[in-house]
């Protein structure tokens, strides 16, 4: 089945560093969906993609869909200690009602 | 505003014992829901999601089953528990379109001894 792969699983880096998540697939994506769990916390949404080519900021955190949309990116701009946690894609599977998520990054800091 | 509620928060429950969770949304009408279990450490798995009472799809075989008997009522259910069963179980819910976010629950950590 349909499935998208994230990479890299984990990630350490100091505090302000950058941090960049990558999630690939090998079917074109109808649109793809971020989302961050806290330690111990549930999965928050973050934002969508749609459009091929299409690049979100939210504060310091750029999200990128691939023109081919086989691909999508999470960049964090200078980590803070709140960034930490793991960051999910996911995959809309169109018409199905539901999503397929990537296995996740985890991101831990050095303070 | 529309909020989701999970109990109980945190299982301990021996092998072979039943099991129960409830997951209940206010604030909204004919939701998409959806049961997901995370291992320690590892991805959300697709348990079972419904877009509509008494309406059940099943992703991964297994001895869990789940039950929409109310709008916004979605249970998870096992008669008898496995050591693999335990781990983070997150229930949540969308609005009726495949596109939408999904809002996810505090979660029950359940814990098979």
């Known amino acids: 089945g349909q499935q998208v792969m994230q990479i890299p699983q984990y990630q350490h880096v100091q505090e302000g560093e950058d941090f960049t998540t990558y999630c690939n697939s090998s079917?074109?994506?109808?649109?793809i969906q971020w989302y961050k769990q806290r330690p111990g916390g549930h999965p928050v949404f973050l934002i969508q993609?749609?459009?091929?080519?299409e690049v979100k900021k939210q504060k310091r955190l750029t999200f990128q869909f691939g023109e081919a949309k086989k691909n999508s990116s999470l960049h964090i701009t200078a980590t803070q200690t709140t960034d930490v946690g793991t960051y999910f894609c996911?995959?809309?599977?169109?018409?199905?009602?539901?999503?397929?998520f990537g296995q996740g990054t985890r991101l831990t800091i050095n303070p | 505003s529309q909020t989701i509620h999970q109990w109980p928060a945190t299982l301990v429950q021996p092998v072979g014992s039943p099991l129960s969770l409830e997951c209940t949304v206010e604030?909204?009408?004919?939701?998409?829901l959806y049961w997901y279990r995370q291992a320690a450490g590892r991805g959300l798995q697709l348990l079972f999601y419904?877009?509509?009472?008494?309406?059940i799809s099943s992703e991964v075989p297994q001895n869990l089953s789940a039950s929409r008997p109310q709008d916004r009522q979605f249970i998870l259910s096992s008669k008898k528990l496995l050591l693999s069963d335990s781990g983070f179980y997150l229930c949540?819910?969308?609005?009726?379109?495949?596109?939408?976010?999904?809002?996810f629950g505090p979660g029950t950590r359940l814990t098979v001894l």
């Open positions: 949540a819910w969308s609005r009726t379109t495949s596109t939408d976010t999904q809002y």
């Open positions: 079917t074109t994506l109808s649109n």
């Open positions: 993609l749609v459009k091929s080519g």
């Open positions: 996911a995959e809309v599977l169109q018409g199905a009602q539901k999503l397929v």
């Open positions: 604030g909204t009408s004919n939701p998409n």
């Open positions: 419904s877009v509509g009472i008494g309406q």
